[in-house]
């Protein structure tokens, strides 16, 4: 058994964020697809044209029906959006509170319930097409009442943070992380080829993107141990005491009524509040805040490379569809091959990781700023030396934060982090949604000035990490200067 307990010891979280992502990307990559033919269809009842416009086949004389199935689809795709993502920031802030007294195992369950919900009523879509699609957000909501990724992030985040040490966490989050990257290459690359099968693509998709999360929740139920339960153990012996419970039957289900009512009390708020803004040691609570400024910028800049770069590549470097795709992936692939090995060699020679994380910024902004200037392919495929290191930034930054926070505070200020990671999405959506249409006129740059622009926000974090570094550096000397004066008097 042994072997057995070594696996489960280094196997923890990252099948989990792995299959979840995947099938997130999977929901993504074909969802587009799915809702563009729906629309079609639903408005001009022409399956084989839809189809083919649903491939990218350019018709001229159907151009009218392209027109508006682009312009309707982007109408849906923030419609069932919304409903998604907007409740499960609320929700995974209740959640994050909730999960450090009662466990992360349910947190990572329950938005994969979620997801096989909402797969269940594309299910249902794409076997009748004539359903209409505000069906879909009943769905949609039920996924993000259930936390959406927002949970899965904080839960798996704080579930490393549970179970590592504060030497090897940043390379662990690291790891992490790059499930991201990886479930990115498999999710959108098997969308597109599944997608392409007309009779049974959709149904074939959907039910792969259920059997994702049904092989999490079996994975996270029997071989995931708890990393929390000592703390959960405590916390029920205590209120069951103070609630005369004694009977077995009784306690049990006083624990299911106590874990069903907190998950939802509003007190959480109050609760994860306290845990992001409580004073702390030295410059603890301000290096907090400058890590926050710093991963949300990061984010920002990565959601908006996300959303413009499939419109730029094709307009100033003339990209076809696939070229993108094969492009985005490589990315992903370099990113997620970049942050695994550079953070097993910071961990290895024992590099300072703030160091590492600001020259990993740095790189990535000639990368950006290259991007802004390429008008070539081949100048695009060189960018990605210089775009990958932006991964180990991410990660190093994620692992300070936990540094920063005690145990018992993980659920709750990842809680806090990944809901307000995910609004900067949606500024990033806005901001450079907004910006692209008016900079593709801007001499030199054209529409690879948004480029130059997210440059120019990453000089912010690079500033930011200078400045929690030299903080780090002036703790570190106080506690050496009081450690000697101590010995001294003593």
């Known amino acids: 058994m042994e072997p057995v307990k070594t696996i489960r010891h280094i196997l923890t979280v990252e099948p989990v964020s792995f299959l979840f992502y995947t099938s997130m990307f999977l929901q993504n990559g074909g969802g587009q697809q799915f809702v563009f ?5 639903l408005k ?5 044209i839809c189809w083919n416009l649903t491939l990218g086949q350019k018709m001229q004389q159907y151009q009218d029906m392209e027109d508006y199935s682009v312009s309707a689809t982007s ?7 919304l409903p998604v993502t907007i409740p499960a920031i609320f929700t995974s802030i209740c959640f994050g509170a909730w999960s450090d007294k009662y466990g992360r195992k349910p947190m990572m369950i329950l938005p994969a319930f979620g997801f096989i919900v909402l797969s269940i009523f594309y299910l249902f879509e794409a ?19 259930c936390g959406g990724f927002v949970a899965i992030t904080f839960a798996t985040f704080s579930y490393i943070a549970d179970v590592t040490t504060k030497e090897n966490r940043t390379v662990r989050m690291g790891i992490l992380q790059s499930m991201t990257f990886s479930s990115s290459i498999v999710g959108l690359l098997t969308s597109g080829i599944i997608v392409e099968n007309r009779q049974y693509g959709f149904i074939v998709l959907y039910c792969l993107v259920a059997s994702c999360n049904v092989i999490l929740i079996v994975y996270t139920q029997f071989w995931l141990p708890e990393s929390i339960g000592p703390n959960k153990d405590a916390y029920f012996k205590s209120i069951t005491k103070e609630n005369n419970r004694g009977n077995t039957d009784e306690v049990t289900e006083f624990k299911c009524k106590v874990c069903c009512t907190d998950m939802w009390n509003p007190r959480n708020f109050k609760i994860v509040y306290q845990d992001v803004m409580k004073k702390r040691a030295n410059f603890d609570r301000f290096m907090l805040f400058l890590l926050f400024m710093s991963l949300f910028i990061l984010q920002i800049v990565l959601a908006g490379d996300s959303q413009i770069f499939a419109l730029y590549a094709k307009d100033s470097i003339h990209l076809s569809p696939a070229e993108t795709g094969y492009y985005t992936a490589s990315k992903n692939a370099a990113m997620f091959v970049v ?16 160091r590492c994380c600001i020259c990993g910024i740095l790189i990535a902004v000639f990368g950006f700023l290259g991007v802004s200037l390429a008008r070539s392919q081949d100048v695009l495929w060189a960018m990605l030396i210089f775009l990958s290191p932006v991964g180990v930034a991410v990660s190093i930054v994620r692992g300070a934060i936990s540094k920063t926070v005690s145990p018992e505070e993980q659920g709750s200020v990842f809680a806090a982090l990944s809901s307000l990671e995910n609004l900067m999405v949606f500024v990033a959506v806005f901001i450079f949604n907004s910006l692209y249409p008016v900079a593709k006129g801007a001499p030199v ?3 690879g ?3 130059f622009y997210m440059a120019q926000l990453l000089l912010i974090p690079f500033i930011l990490m200078m400045w929690v570094g030299d903080l780090m550096g002036f703790v570190v000397k106080d506690r050496l200067i009081n450690d000697f004066i101590g010995d001294v008097v003593t």
């Open 75 to 81: 109408h849906w795709v923030i419609l069932l959006n």
């Open 127 to 145: 076997l009748n097409m004539e359903m209409p699609l505000e069906f879909l957000i009943i769905g949609n909501l039920i996924a993000g009442i």
């Open 44 to 48: 001009y009842n022409q399956s084989d």
């Open 37 to 41: 033919y729906k629309v079609c269809f």
């Open 449 to 451: 000035y948004v480029y």
């Open 445 to 447: 740059f054209g529409g």
């Open 339 to 354: 942050a695994i090995v550079t953070l097993l060699i910071v961990r290895k020679l024992n590099l300072n990781e703030i």
